[in-house]
Nanobody
Framework: QVQLVETGGGLVQAGGSLRLSCAAS????????MAWYRQAPGKQRELVAQ???????NYQDSVKGRFTISRDNAKNTMYLQMNSLKPEDTGVYYC?????????WGQGTQVTVSS
């Protein structure tokens, strides 16, 4: 059983920063990829940033240069450092692991950026 718990969301003014954390437990060692997704009101969930098991990192174009995804293997924790936040970054952010082809999701954490 895999459990993912996100923390770190909140309300911030445009231009501000937040750091999201995703603590993972369970059988995560055979992961294919780990990622952050977000879902804005009335929109589909979209990929924000991803680390593939080989080490490749991918970002959505709109967050390149502003967001940084990272992981601490010793703590089984993934992070998303978000700088220069914009109102359009508002949404629920979800942690995701793909393990042996199965998708696992956290409960989500709300990020609200005010203008």
């Amino acid at each position: 059983q895999v459990q993912l718990v996100e923390t770190g969301g909140g309300l911030v003014q445009a231009g501000g920063s937040l750091r999201l954390s995703c603590a993972a437990s369970g059988s995560i060692f055979s992961y294919n990829a780990m990622a952050w997704y977000r879902q804005a009101p009335g929109k589909q969930r979209e990929l924000v940033a991803q680390i593939v098991s080989g080490g490749s990192i991918n970002y959505q174009d709109s967050v390149k240069g502003r967001f940084t995804i990272s992981r601490d293997n010793a703590k089984n924790t993934m992070y998303l450092q978000m700088n220069s936040l914009k109102p359009e970054d508002t949404g629920v952010y979800y942690c995701n692991y793909i393990i042996l082809g199965h998708f696992y999701w956290g409960q989500g954490t709300q990020v609200t950026v005010s203008s």
